[in-house]
């Protein structure tokens, strides 16, 4: 005799008893994705909860919103390469697919040009907590194709992905930051000359 499901069955089949953290996590990676501005008022709304119980589950928007891009980010930098055409080395490539994407990107675009301070500043600074992560995976990347033998750079790992950070977030803002249209392409020619093809 089968007993009532548990929770966790519920979850899995697609009901829970109540809305918690994740519900509001992949809402709002839903609404991010759409091109939409993640509200909190909004959002606990639609999840029937008040505020408070919304910023308890997320802390904050800020911290809501670099989950919310750190969970694209991570899974874009993590696919597999894309076939090169010899010029740069694979990371290169990685890196500058993640540029164009990035960029492509509709709830990204929307974010970059409604809160492009905003932005810089949650993804960029330490406190944010995003760019650490950022600049420890892009280590982790740079570190293994080292070891596979198909990078060879004479900056430390280190100093590599903090810079190879630094100049992917310089092409990403470019807009926020000098005002020019943000251009892939360049991004991906200063990639390919900083690691180049093993």
Known sequence: MAGAPTPLQRRLAGA???????DAFLLSRHRFQAG???DMQTLAAELGVNRATLYRW??????????VVWSLTERTLRRPPPAGDGSGSRLAAVLSRFV????????MRRF?????EFALRLLTLSSGGFQPRLVALVRELAAAE???GRLASPIPLDDLAYTLVRVVE???YLRTITGEEPDGSRAARVLQALLPAG
Not at 58 to 67: A, F, Y
Not at 112 to 116: I, S, T
Request: proline share 3%.
């Open 112 to 116: 970059l040009e409604e809160e492009g």
């Open 170 to 172: 310089s092409y990403v």
């Open 36 to 38: 939409e501005r993640v």
């Open 58 to 67: 997320v802390g904050s928007r800020e911290l809501l919103l670099g989950e």
């Open 146 to 148: 080292t070891a596979a």
């Open 100 to 107: 164009t994407d990035t960029l492509a990107h509709r709830g």
């Open 16 to 22: 829970a008893d109540r809305p918690g953290a994740l």
